[in-house]
């Protein structure tokens, strides 16, 4: 059974840095790109940065010198360090493990294996 597990939100003021982190099991991880997203309170879900199995990084625009994918086989985590953050970062994100993902017209494209529960960060202004 494939968990994907997301860890490190909660509350943070303005310029400000968090850490998430993903954990995945269940799945032979490194054949696996792993992707972010958000989804902000009425606001559809958004992209916001991946990172192939090769290492590649992707990111949107908004997110581009702020944010930082990473990623550590070995202990089959993803990381997203957060930087100089905004109230409007707050959202739930959610971690996926992809088949691939890439930037396409400055968004973000995945195809989604699977999904994470997701982790709640709340910028305060």
């Known amino acids: 059974q494939v968990q994907v597990v997301e860890s490190g939100g909660g509350l943070v003021q303005t310029g400000g840095s968090m850490r998430l982190s993903c954990t995945v099991s269940g799945l032979i991880f490194y054949n696996y790109a792993m992707a972010w997203f958000r989804q902000a309170p009425g606001k559809e879900r958004e992209g916001v940065s991946c990172?192939?199995?090769?290492?590649?990084?992707y990111y949107t625009d908004s997110m581009k010198g702020r944010f930082t994918v990473s990623r550590d086989n070995s202990r089959n985590t993803v990381y997203l360090q957060m930087n100089s953050l905004k109230p409007e970062d707050t959202a739930m994100y959610y971690c996926a493990a992809a088949s691939w993902c890439m930037i396409t017209d400055q968004a973000l494209g995945a195809e989604v294996r699977y999904w994470g529960q997701g982790t709640q960060v709340t910028v305060s202004s």
């Open positions: 990172i192939t199995y090769y290492g590649t990084a």
